[in-house]
């Protein structure tokens, strides 16, 4: 019994515990998730700003790797002027995409190229079709996925790049691959992101696997939180403003009570 | 002239009317009224007497001096109100109460409209901070006994008016038609099917269909437009109550004369303003640098009724009486436990008999007061807790407190507490604290 209630004193050390590092601790008994790796983000706290060169390098990593599984709906092509690229370079990538258009005169729908005003088109016609495609999952669209996983860029930073081995002993379903950042550590999508030069960067940036996910999570912060630049900028004037205006009212109520006995 | 009118000697009154009586005497002096020094005002009050309205309630009602900054949250929740409203009437106009299209509606919103995203984060950042000024208002009455005669009525207004609040803010988080939004709404609703007999009927008539769906978006939409409106209505009877009896105050003495009391403008005037920018601040920091961060990450996944969240949980606003529902066994038991936490509140004048109406003078009752506060909060995180372990019997626990501290604390402890000797008057008092 002396043994069992040791454990049990050993167990709220779990929720520290880090498998990687610590080799008495079997990770193939563990389920529940890792809590995510804490980086540094250029968007992150009161002065956060966007790393547009990197944006771009991220809308890159998605086109070539991510977008032949997840759509990303919310966004429109023109939006991409945002990050950095030209009307011109804009107009260029909608019209690599054929987008499903009409009923035309004769009643017909038909496709045409596609134009900055549209939205991005996804890799499935539907939910259905993207299920059938991968094994009945279904590859999340990723427009809000930064916002919708609780500490979003640290979370899919680590999930991208913590794929490894499952552990000796831990049941693996069919189809699924170990992931000790996603809970349930059971996951459907298989390692996106393997090699260094995956991706051959346009602007010359050596592409290591690192980069290539912090690329594509500064990406998805943008796709997530467009307005986050102008609204950080904001608040600091805001708070600035409200500070001065807080000392000038404080001074006029204590002048206007002074009289009160 | 009557002797209460200028004596700083008068006794405490023995009873509530007689405390009516002594506040409807004093008044503060005016040397003209607006409506003789300026034509304009006297020209629109010889149509529509708002003005002289406005100038007894601004410059003659008395109000006591020695209020402090816990007075200033009402008029805060008055502004989160009219924040709500203006920030809820743009959203409006470019929401679509449509399961198909609602979610994508306020990505829209986020994206596309002109500052849709400050309106947007505005209005949900806003909701939690109207809860909180809420909150810090229900709490400042309890610590000083507001809710004791003759400010009976003017209590019961105010459950109302937090009634109506949580559930206009419930239906409200619906309407982003997000996981939370679909699911929260799935079982608030379903609890109504606890009642007997008519329960499931009741549900399948609020739902509009045989679960929460399109019918059940376009209903909530339409109330949620609706409810601020008729809150506006009971924060004018409020209101009314409130100038009928006076403001309490820290020492729960009540205002007796002249000496007792100041003018609304300017002293409260400018020191609302103040209590507002400090709240401005707290607010413009979540709002800007951190708004989701009240929120849940599930609600930006849209609404998949063959989903199930792994954690079903509301806005913190309704965490400790979520926790309540949870913490009993059975479905019908814990909605009236729940609801029982709410309308309890409705009794309280009739369950704290002290004489003493101020914490402020009663140690004893401070210190449940201080854990009764303590285990609220408490209660608040076990309703984000799984609902399993030893959580389950927390919040056993935690709600026993609750309703103890209502039915069985605050009845027996005016039996034997010791009190401290209140100050003759609000002047004293204000004397005795200002001393320069």
């Known amino acids: 019994m002396k043994k069992y209630f040791l454990v049990l004193l050993l167990l709220p050390s779990l929720a520290f515990a880090n498998a990687d590092v610590d080799p008495s601790i079997d990770e ?10 804490e980086m540094k983000w250029e968007f992150d706290g009161f002065f956060g700003r966007f790393d547009r060169a990197s944006i771009q390098r991220g809308y890159q990593v998605y086109k070539e790797v991510c977008s032949a599984c997840h759509g990303m709906k919310l966004m429109s092509y023109r939006n991409l002027q945002d990050i950095g690229f030209s009307e011109a370079e804009v107009k260029n990538i909608a019209s690599e995409y054929l987008v499903t258009d009409g009923p035309n005169d004769d009643g017909e729908m038909f496709e045409r190229a596609g134009l900055p005003s549209d939205k991005f088109v996804g890799p499935y016609a539907n939910e259905q079709s993207a299920r059938s495609a991968n094994g009945g999952a279904y590859p999340p669209d990723l427009s809000l996925i930064i916002k919708a996983r609780h500490d979003g860029p640290n979370y899919v930073y680590s999930l991208l790049n913590g794929y490894k081995d499952a552990p000796e002993g831990f049941e693996m379903a069919v189809g699924k691959n170990y992931n000790p950042y996603f809970e349930g550590r059971q996951i459907a999508m298989p390692s996106p992101i393997n090699d260094d030069g995956q991706v051959e960067y346009k602007d010359g ?30 608040g600091v004037r805001t708070m600035i403003f409200l500070g001065i205006l807080f000392g000038l009212l404080l001074s006029a109520k204590r002048a206007i009570w002074r009289n009160v006995k | 002239m009557s002797s209460h009118e200028n004596n700083e000697n008068i006794k405490n009154p023995s009873s509530p009317k007689e405390e009516l009586e002594v506040f409807h005497k004093i008044h503060n002096d005016l040397d003209q009224s607006i409506t003789e020094k300026s034509k304009l005002a006297g020209w629109i009050n010889d149509r529509l ?33 009219v924040i709500q409203i203006l920030s809820g009437l ?24 002109n500052y849709g995203w400050l309106i947007r984060y505005i209005h949900a950042v806003g909701a939690s901070m109207f809860f909180v000024a809420l909150y810090a208002h229900m709490i400042r009455s309890l610590y000083y006994g507001s809710y004791k005669p003759p400010r009976e009525i003017l209590w019961w207004v105010g459950i109302i008016i937090f009634l109506l609040t949580m559930a206009t803010a419930f239906m409200g988080y619906v309407l982003p038609w997000g996981q ?23 549900v399948q008539w609020l739902w509009g269909g045989f679960s929460v769906d399109n019918p059940t978006l376009n209903r909530f939409f339409v109330l949620h437009f609706l409810m601020p409106f008729l809150i506006v209505g009971i924060v004018l009877l409020h209101l009314v109550a409130l100038s009928t009896t006076g403001s309490n105050n820290p020492t729960g003495v009540p205002m007796k004369s002249k000496k007792d009391s100041i003018s609304f ?4 005037t400018i020191k609302d303003m103040v209590g507002f920018v400090i709240f401005f601040i707290i607010f413009g920091y979540f709002l800007f640098f951190y708004p989701n961060a009240l929120g849940h990450p599930d609600n930006y996944i849209p609404a998949n009724p063959l ?5 079903i949980v509301p806005e913190w606003y309704f965490l400790p009486f979520y926790a309540i529902l949870r913490a009993v066994p059975d479905k019908l038991g814990g909605v009236l436990m729940m609801f029982g936490a709410i309308i ?21 009752f401070q210190k449940f007061f201080y854990i009764f506060v303590i285990n609220f909060v408490f209660l608040g995180w076990l309703g984000k807790s799984p609902a399993d372990g030893w959580y389950v019997w927390a919040s056993r626990l935690s709600t026993m407190y609750y309703y103890a501290y209502f039915l069985l604390i605050l009845p027996i402890l005016p039996k034997f507490e010791k009190t401290l000797p209140l100050p003759e008057s609000i002047d004293e008092d204000y004397k005795s604290k200002h001393k320069h």
Not at chain 1, 28 to 37: F, N, V
Not at chain 1, 218 to 231: I, K, W
Not at chain 2, 96 to 113: C, G, L, Q, Y
Not at chain 2, 188 to 200: M, Q
């Open chain 2, 265 to 268: 403008h300017p002293y409260f």
């Open chain 2, 307 to 311: 989903v199930t969240p792994a954690h």
């Open chain 1, 28 to 37: 193939s008994k563990i389920t529940s998730a890792l809590h995510p790796k």
């Open chain 2, 90 to 113: 743009f959203l409006a106009m470019h929401y679509v109460p449509n399961t198909k299209f609602a979610f994508d509606s306020v990505e829209h919103i986020m994206r596309d409209v």
């Open chain 2, 180 to 202: 939370m939004s679909f699911w929260g709404a799935t079982v608030i609703t379903n609890l109504f099917s606890a009642i007997p007999l008519v329960g499931e009927s009741i």
């Open chain 2, 49 to 81: 007497p708002i003005v002289a309205s406005l100038e007894n309630t601004l410059k003659r009602h008395p109000y006591p001096k020695n209020l402090s900054y816990w007075w200033n949250f009402g008029s805060i929740a008055g502004i989160c109100l």
């Open chain 1, 205 to 234: 940036t050596i592409a290591t696997k690192e980069q290539i996910t912090i690329d594509v999570v500064n990406f998805l912060q943008y796709v997530s939180e467009p307005e986050t630049e102008h609204r950080k900028k904001m």
């Open chain 2, 344 to 364: 309890l509140l409705f009794f309280l004048p009739y369950l704290d008999k002290s004489k003493v109406r101020s914490g402020a003078y009663r140690p004893a």
